[in-house]
């Protein structure tokens, strides 16, 4: 059986489902946001897909993530459910969170995953605490935190690192440099050009990976994972990469220059493309049954929007539910 990188035919079609998934996912939302249809603000990663799938691809189901207010992708990428997940950004009673969370706070404990964040950076500790918990009990599992570039100028992060430094922690920090930080240029707001350099001061391996390259992004995570699994962690990685849409859907995005965001869009930086590229390349797909795939996710995700609308709204007095835990008073 022919393979790509050590990954089987199975998993590399898992994969660029998955990239599939998050991408068609995102533009969908992005259309139903623009005709009001959803409420809040959305973050879409479109552009990002390689990223969130290359980590994910080297860790398993019962392992520990923390995201962002942009964490769609990891959400995907770690398997929760479309429906439920399109529901809950809809605000109805059958999403993930019941409606309670929306985009921002999408969650999942039956994933590992302790919850998107729309505080920058905190995620960082949530991974940590995870790492901390799973070292002490023993139980063999990792973290990964996902977080931007931004965040890698917040305390939590630099507090994490060095925490998780000292006591050797299974976490995986994995910064998905998309050079900007709402409007501002990476340029701007840091010295070093790597993010990757971060980890040196703190005593952490650390690897920069094209982030739009799913197989380079595996290979850092698979090797960052077991050396994690080996209690020699953390690791840092870079995935350097490109948001597709502005900080948010609506952000008209004029402070990137002419022509950036088309030449991320374009065969040679896109990550679905170059990675059909590699699959076609390498023989193990023909582009018919990439089309038949990414055609099968387009039914999903049609289903997915479906399954939000047809769903109950959730009632405004919820939000007060789940606030106190029960008996703590
Ligand atoms: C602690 C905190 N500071 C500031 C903000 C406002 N804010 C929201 S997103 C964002 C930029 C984050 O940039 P980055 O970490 O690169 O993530 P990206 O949006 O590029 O995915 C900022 C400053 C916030 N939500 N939380
Ligand atoms: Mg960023």
Partial sequence: MKDLNGLSKEKLEEMYVKMEQIRQFELKAAELYQAGELPGFLHPCAGQEAAAVGVMTA?????????THRGHGHVIAKGTDLNRMMAELFAKKDGCCRGNGGSMHIMDRSRGILGANGIVGAGTTLATGAALAAKISG???????????????EGFFHESMNIASIWNLPVIFACENNQYAESTSQKYHMR??????????YGVKSFTADGNDVLDVYEKARQ???????????????????????????????????????????????????????LAGKGLFTEEELDQLRDQVARQIEEAVAFGKASEPQVPEFALENVYEEGLL
């Fill in 224 to 278: 960052a994972a077991e050396i994690c699994r080996k209690g020699e962690g953390p690791v840092l990685i870079e995935s350097k990469t490109y948001r597709w849409f502005g900080h948010y859907v609506g952000d008209p995005g004029i402070y990137r220059p002419e022509g950036e965001a088309e030449m991320w869009k374009g065969p040679e930086k896109e990550p679905i493309a170059r990675f059909r590229a590699q």
């Fill in 139 to 153: 139980n063999g599992r990792i973290a990964v935190s996902f977080f931007g570039d931004g965040a890698q100028n």
């Fill in 59 to 67: 860790i398993d189901q019962d392992d520990y993530i923390s995201t």
């Fill in 192 to 201: 070093p050009d790597d993010i990757a350099q971060r980890g040196e001061g």
